[in-house]
Structures are given as C-alpha cells and as structure tokens.
C-alpha cells in the first residue's frame, strides 16, 4: 500500500514550500509601515515555482521587494509589468533563480512568484508596504493583516481573468506555515491600550509618558484568520500636520524629490444639522457565501449578521423619510415596488418579510439590482442614500464602481463589508466614487456602532464648494496631490497630502492649511497650524501614501477605459516612487549563482486556509464560486463531505462530460411550481499542472495532455463504482440520523406533558404563563431574541420601539423592566400623560442607566423618542414625571441627560 505523505501538500500532493511568515509593523500616528518576510524551502527533488497569492488593502502602498538566498540580498526593479514578466521569464528559461511580485487585476490582491528554486534550497522574500489606518466607531485606530482571501464570484458575462480561482483550500488544522507579527507603537499622543483578536503577549511601553509602545503576537498563531489590532490614543481625533522631506537621490522634479505633507484634519458642520428628507435603499447580499460566519471566533453568519443591522436601521430611521429593502444573488427582489413612506405599517411589513431573509439566491449578481435602483427616480426634495450590506466577493468590481460612480450625483453609497476576506476593492471603491463612506463588520462587539455611524453621516446634509487655503512663506508653493477632497462629513477625519515646493529656500515658520466648505447655506471652515520643519527621519512613508493616492485616483474604473496618457502617467509615478501599481511590477534575478538550475520546474500554488468554501450549503457554494473545486476528483483527493458530491451526483454529471461542455447545470428557484433551470461555465482543474523553460515547453505541454486524457478516462471507469459506494454510505447514515431523530422526539413527547401537568396544578400561575406567552409572540412579531443579559435587553427595546419613536406598555417592556403592565399603568403619576407617553419616558431612563456602554447603539432611537414627547406630550411637567420615574425604575437620570 502507497504511504500517504504527511504535511501540506498542493494540488499534486506535493510538499508546501512556504514554511513561516515573519511580519514587522512600526504605526507612527495614522499610518503603519509594515514588512512581511516569506521563507520558502524547496523540498522536492526538482527545481520549483511557488506561487503565494495574498490579500492586501486596496489602498496599501507596495513600496520594495527583495529575495534573500544564498547569503545576498537582491533588491528587486519595478518595471512596466509586460518588461517585467519577460526579464522574470528569460531568467527561468536561462536556469536563473529569479522572483516576480505583482498585483492582480482586483487591486486588493497580490501574487509573489519564487522561479527555479533548487531542491533543498531556502529563500525569503520581504515585501514592504505602508497603510493608512481607519478609525472605528469607537475611536480605534485599526491596522489589519488580510489573511483570508475568499473566492469571488465571477458572472457569465465578465471573464475572469483574476487568479483567485486557482488557489488550492486548506483547513486551519492543516496550514504548516506559521506567522510571527511584532508591532511598534510611536508618536505624540498617549496609548491608553492594544487590543487584537487573537492573543498577544503583554504590552512593553518605552517611556514614562506611554507615548511608544511594544508588543507581540504570542507563538504558534497559525495564519488562519485576518489579524485585527486596535491601537487606543487618547485623543484620537487630534488635527496634526506632519512633513517629510524629500528623497535626496531621487530626480529632480519627481514626487520622491520634494518635500511632503501630510494634512490629518476633523471638519466641522455644526451641531443639528440633519435632513429627514432621504430615501434609504437597503441592499443586502443574500448570495451563498454569506451564510458563512463573521469570522472564525463568531458564531453569528454573515447573513444573521445583515439581518441584525437592518433591523436596527429601520429602527433609527425617521418618519417622513422613505425606504426600500433588495436582497440579491443571481437575482434579486425587493420588498416593495418602489421606496415607500416610512411609518408604523410599513416598517412592520419590512420586519415581517425580513424574517424570510436567507443567503439563498446562489452568486453574487451586485449590477443587476443596482441598474433596478437607478433606474427609478427620485422623489422631489429627496436625497437617495444607498446602503450596502456584502461579504464583497465579486470579480467584477471595475464595472460595479464604473456604473456607481456614473449615478453619482443622485446616489451617495455606505458600504458596509461582512465579515473576514470581504474585498477592500469593492467596499471602499463604491464609497468613495460616489462620495459616501464604509465600514468593515468582522464581529458583532462593534457592529451597531459602525452602522449607525453611517446611519447618522446619511443625515447629514453633503458639503459643497470645498477648496483648501494656505498661508505660506511667499517661495513656498504648496501642490495637493492628487487633489482637494470632494466630500468631507462632520467630525470625520480627512487626509490631504501636498508637495511643498521650494521648501529648502524658505523660513520653516507657522504655516496655516484652511479647508473651507458650505453646507446649505452656512458656510464653515477648518484651521490647521503647523510649522516646516521635516522630521528628522529617513522615513519616506507620506510620499508613498501619495504616490498611491495619484495611482488610485488615475486608474480609472472598468477596464479597458483608461486612456494611455493616464496609464503612462501612472507607469511614470510608479517607477518614479517605487510604488507599485496595476500597470507595474517587480522582478528579481539572482545573476551570480555559479551554476544555472537545470530540469524542469514544477509549479505549485500555495494553499491558503478556507474561509467560506463549503462553509454552508454545498450546492449554494458550488454554484457560487466557479472555481476548480467543480470535479469529483478534486472532492475524493481532498475528502469532502458526501453532501458536496451530492450536488454533482443530483446532476448525474460525469467528469468527461463536464470537461467538453465546460457547463455545469443550475437548480433555479422559484415560488411556482414549474422548474427553472440554467447552467453555470466552470473551470476545472488540470491535473498536474507545470511550468518549464522554453526549451522544454512544446515537448512537456504534449506529454501532460497525454497524462490528463489518461487520468480523465480512468476516472470515467470508476466512476459508477465509486458513486454506488458512496450512496450506499450516504443511506446508512441517513438511516442512522432518522433513528436518533425519532428517539429524541419520542423523549420529548413524554417530558413535555408532565411538564404541562406540573403547571396546570399551580393555577396561581396561570396568569404569568399567559404573560409569557403573549410575550413571546411580541418578540417573534418584532425579530427579538430572548435577551440573556443587559445588551441584549437594549436590543430587544430597541426592537419594541414604534416607527414614530414612542413605546407602549405590554408584557415585553414590562419584562425588561422587571415589573408588570399593571403595575406600570397605576405608577403614572398625572392625568396629563398618556401611557405612551409614561412608557416611553420609562424607557429613556432605562437606556441612559443599562445601556450607557453602548449608548451609540441607542442614540439615533433616543433622539427620535425625546422628538415624539416634546410634540405629544405638550404641558406635561417632566421633571415631575422624571423623578416618579426613577423611584418606579430604582435609577437617578437627570433631565438634563434625557434632553427634555
């Protein structure tokens, strides 16, 4: 019997070649400038070709590459990325060890290639990088290390030519490759603390004042997850200016030759600026991978997850505003035929169907309920604010951001992505060219915050006539590159980069940035003082941030529509900065090895850990991702489940058959009877896959077509075999389910009524049995979950709360408030007040003393409760009512708190 080969083995079963992942992050301020070292070690008995595709923000600056073998460091040239593939591809065929690094047609997603690596023979390869990091709702600054990198879904009318389908899935258990990330913290403010979701060791502060800061992720964290870590300051929204200066080495007139500044600015618009009169369009991905979890320490999914958050946006809107709830996949519905108004009924019908919201619509088809908005208009007065809800596993992102950006003007967009490996392309593309904002959900601890935060931004009204002032020495000729923000919202940080020209000529004295804008017709403006004077560093980070800024901003959208004055002025700055870009990339040759390396190379692509495949129903998955994994040679080598070859068998598809058609058939849904169906193109894997030099190519290339017809054959012989196996096992367990099913229902059976006979003699309980019944059915009617602590009873008010802002009494309020209906109605003190009126004011107080942790949960609601008193509660005495109401609640909130 063959022994099977232990450890991480590719496509081929071959040994994995990356053996450790080694990641150095130093954060100053706002940015990260990080460096990832990968060791690989060939351990096959031929020259080798690994290929590691990895994730990476869409705005990360790739700024230097470099190979270590042999004791000496090659510094990689970037290079138009055509010349670098051909200097890449003559040194492979010449015998030469060579690497190429460059950035797949997504811009979130990069591959590092290690050409002609001897057997036995190690190499590292660095890749450095710099990041701008987000602030949180809850003001953290949040650096990530993607490490999840979920398969995209690839409509039929938009070719793929990304490389994510190929890359082979491994569970956690299997990833042989370690990470060891260490982190440096530095800067003018104090760290209050570090957090991260996975374990660190403890934190080493450098210096009395807590201003720098060291620490660690603890040993043996397999690389299965993104790394989150949230770095606290004390004042996170403090306005500063930095300058750096300039490269000395660099060209004269190029970007890296002149001094830089880096703006960091908080715009204010003034307090209560609001407008109800939005059209809310909540679009939620209900496609097969969300039924993936958040992330692998949440139990929630994904859509679960989508399903909290729109119930807590319709919760927060306001009346007068309109709404209007999509769900997609491969297709797409709506709840109503157009946005309706906002109102008790209508949120009640939303609520009502929301209950039906599954991730069951197959692919992710985001254009076609997209084109559906655009397509009707928008009512007179109104602004149309578009939220979506998506895991972002798309390939055609271009053409999605193209046809957003092209409705602009009418159309703002928040987007929020769900859970790990959600794409950075699409999520923060969509925000921005359509003047909006985004957040990234990988847990539900921050979830409310985040949406709500743009919940309370698509209030607010857009900012127009934006321009940017200086007060400079007279030689001194600030250039903002690429160019002046074209939305700034209230007390959101904003980032400007600019050149300053002729700095060396002039006095380093207090300079002035003034960012002016109107809203409405109230004109605002926001001051920053700062001096010249560059820091004295080696650093060039703020002038590979805007390199990557003039990158972005020229790449245009879909593909193809870049003119190639843009792509040849985007070819220029990325060789100018070293940044790389998609028209760029960078190509290592080890030239002075004493002998080239001879044979033929075999490939092999590295696994990466399996987020989300075969995460949920295996015939959603399958027909999801048109990926490799489409054969049952690829399910039998890597022992799936029997529920995944059952979609194929259901089918009856045959491997051969699937070869020539390239088709797979499709089970569509539908609310009629009638059977739709469809088919979906695949690609399927080639079996034994390799790379060899150019000598050897046409004669290799002929022997594996011979070897896969072979394999091909063989697997059509043994395939009625193996099918008849697997359905006798499949039976057996079936049977076995049944079985203990039955045993388990039967046991219930004979507990439930002893139970109810228990209680039938306590008839002094009759009526808290009624109670709890009539609150439950509350609570399914609202999509309320039974509260186990003091958060979830705020998210169960929350869900209690009528459309127009008030509460009223019934046995779920009087649950959270400990007490009884009864008693609630006789406690209200005057005649004046409604008991609406009484238990919403209760309510208010509740919130302010058990939810005051959470309290940006709950803020929105609040302010539309205390809006609906001070309209229907006219001459009633608060204060009097305040101070009953603490008595009734056992709490002590001030008028003043509540805002009445």
Known sequence: MDTIPYGLLTLQKQPVPLKDISVSVHVKGILADVTATLLYKNELQDPLEAVFVFPMDDEAAVYNFEALIDGKTITAEIKEKDIARQVYDDAISSGQQAFLLEEDVMSDVFSCTVGNLPPEKEAAVSISYVIQLSLEADQALRFVLPAVLNPRYT????????????????????????????????????IQSIKSNCELTDIVYNANMKTSAQISLKEGHKF??????LIY??????????????????????IMSEPMVMLNMYPEMGSGEENTHQDFIFVVDRSGSMQSNVSRASQQSRIATAKDTLVLLLKSLRVGCLFNIYGF?????????????????????????????????????????LKDIFSKSVKTGYHRQVFLLTDGEVNNTANVIEEVKNHATTHRFFTLGIGEGASTSLIKGMAKASHGKYEFITGKDRMQKKVLKCLKLAYQPSATNISLEWKVPSAVEPLVVPRVPEVVFHQQRTVIYAQLKELENSDTEETQAVLKYSCGEKKYQCVLDFTLTAEDSDSQSIHYMAAKAIIKDGEGTSEGVVPKDDIDRITKISIESNVISPYTAYTAVHKDSKEPVRGPMVQQIIPLYNSTLFCGSPGENLREYNLDCSSRLYLREYNLDCSTRQYLREYNLDLKKVEETKQIPVRGKSSSKKKKGGCFPIKLPKLGSFRVSKKAESKKVKEDHQDDTKELEDEGLTETKILKEEAIIETKILKEEAIIESKIQKEECQIEPKADKEKSQKGSKKGKEKSQTDSKKVKEKCLIAEPTNKEDQVMTLIGLQKADGSW?????????????????????PCEEAEPAVWSTLLSLIWLHTYGAKIKS??????????????????????GELIIVGNNFLKTEVKQSTLGL
């Not at 938009?158 to 260490?182: E, F, Q, W």
């Not at 299965?224 to 870590?229: H, L, S, T």
């Open 329 to 369: 996949g491969n297709s797409f519905t709506s709840f109503f035929k157009s946005s309706v108004e906002y109102n008790q009924e209508s949120m009640d019908s939303a609520l009502e169907k929301l209950k039906n919201f599954e991730a069951d619509l197959g692919g992710t088809e985001i254009l076609k309920p």
């Open 808 to 828: 009223i009494v019934d046995e779920v309020l009087a649950e959270i408030f400990n007490s009884t209906t009864q008693e609630i109605l006789t406690s209200l």
């Open 233 to 254: 300051y004390r004042d996170p929204c403090l306005p500063y200016a930095l300058v750096e200066k300039g490269k000395p080495e660099a060209a004269e007139g190029t």
């Open 857 to 878: 949960d709950w803020e929105l609601l609040a302010s539309k409760a205390v809006s609906w008193l001070n309209t229907n509660a006219a001459g009633v005495d608060f």
């Open 155 to 190: 409509p039929a009318d938009c070719p793929s030519k990304s490389v994510i389908g190929n890359i082979p899935r491994d569970n956690a258990d299997d990833l042989t490759y370690m990470l060891h990330l260490s982190l440096k913290v530095e800067g003018a403010q104090e």
């Open 224 to 229: 299965d997850r993104d790394v989150e870590i």
